[in-house]
């Protein structure tokens, strides 16, 4: 599917203006439910024994719903999508009708699948919470960083023009180390990195139920905290500003402000940002089960295994719930940490 066309671009306005899915550019995979990590900010790794993954007859499946829409981009994600054994299969499958595929991995085992990757992904995304005592505490995995970071180094030795990307969810734990980890991540050879706060209130990430104060705490950031976040974050828009400025952090300048403005949120010091988010009108989540979510935040709405994608998506309840979504006013996406809003213009080629 290279390129974009202008009738899909006419479908993406239609899209927005109907509420009915008629192109979608964007669907994020679970290849695999469990994870090779343990991280603090994280449940997914709980429920590693309820085993759930996509197989090739899910992803075959998809292949007309993808094509009807014309979908450009899956992103692989998880749990650890490389725990899945036909991962590469059905990346093969995406691959040979023209489908871009990302990546998003804890980075342990990409050393030992670099081949297949450089074959078969066009991009990955890798998760880096700190230097390496920070993050192999947080991964709660020994030698995590060392195997991120020379699974890194190895692919950028056999293909440097190769992309790999950095992403750190911000909070508690980590946030003095915020610099540190901006220094690693150009130490290892990433080609970008990029900042979010940490989800602590939503049922995503096999949450059974919302966190309670006393796991929030663990990871939100304390109010008598947020001076030195601010310092913190005062010290990284003048100590990089080249970085900022050449893209390397991917966010801007008021986007990480806004990591702080998020945490003091809770404690009704301020609103919390403003996100301008269009992700259920140009993307889905398909779980390793089947499940369908309009997003990560979002409740069910089918399953690939009983119905379509596009029957999905286009049911009347779920064109329903787009018409009355409210981003602005919808508590999710008001504490939402990782939203989307991409333009009918936009080309994901």
Known sequence: ????????????????????????PIVILMPHSACNCRCVMCDIWKDNKNL???????????????KKMGTRQVLMSGGEALLNTNFFVLCRILKNVGIKVTLLTTGLSIKN???????????????????????????????????LKEGVEYIKKLNPAYRITGRTVIHRLNFRNWAAIIAESKKMGLDQISFLPADVSSHAFNRQQAWEEPRQDEI?????????????????????????????????????????????????LNAFPFKKCNAPWVSTVVEADGAV????????????????????????????????????????????????????LTSLS
Not at 4 to 24: C, D, E, G, N, V
Not at 321 to 343: E, H, W
């Open 1 to 24: 599917m290279p390129g974009q066309s202008l009738y899909h671009t006419f479908k993406r306005y239609r899209t927005l203006q109907t509420h009915r899915i008629s192109a979608l």
């Open 52 to 66: 759930k993954q996509l197989t090739e007859k899910d992803i075959s499946g998809l292949l007309a719903s993808l």
């Open 113 to 147: 699948n670099a081949e297949q990757l450089l074959t078969w992904v066009d991009d990955l995304i890798v998760s880096l919470d700190g230097d390496e005592p920070l993050h192999d505490a947080i991964r709660n995995i020994p030698n995590a960083f060392r195997k």
């Open 220 to 268: 939100l950031i304390a109010e008598r905290e947020l001076p030195e976040l601010n310092k913190v974050i005062d010290h990284l828009l003048k100590e990089y500003d080249a970085e900022f400025e050449n893209g390397f952090i991917a966010e801007s300048r008021a986007k990480i402000k806004d990591v702080y403005h998020y945490y003091a949120a809770f404690y009704g």
């Open 293 to 344: 979510r309009p997003c990560f935040f979002m409740d069910t709405m089918g399953n690939i295994r009983d119905k379509s994608l596009d029957d999905i998506l286009n049911s009347k309840e779920a064109v329903a719930f787009r018409k009355s979504l409210n981003t602005s006013a919808n508590p999710a996406c008001i504490k939402c940490v990782c939203s989307l809003n991409l333009s009918p």
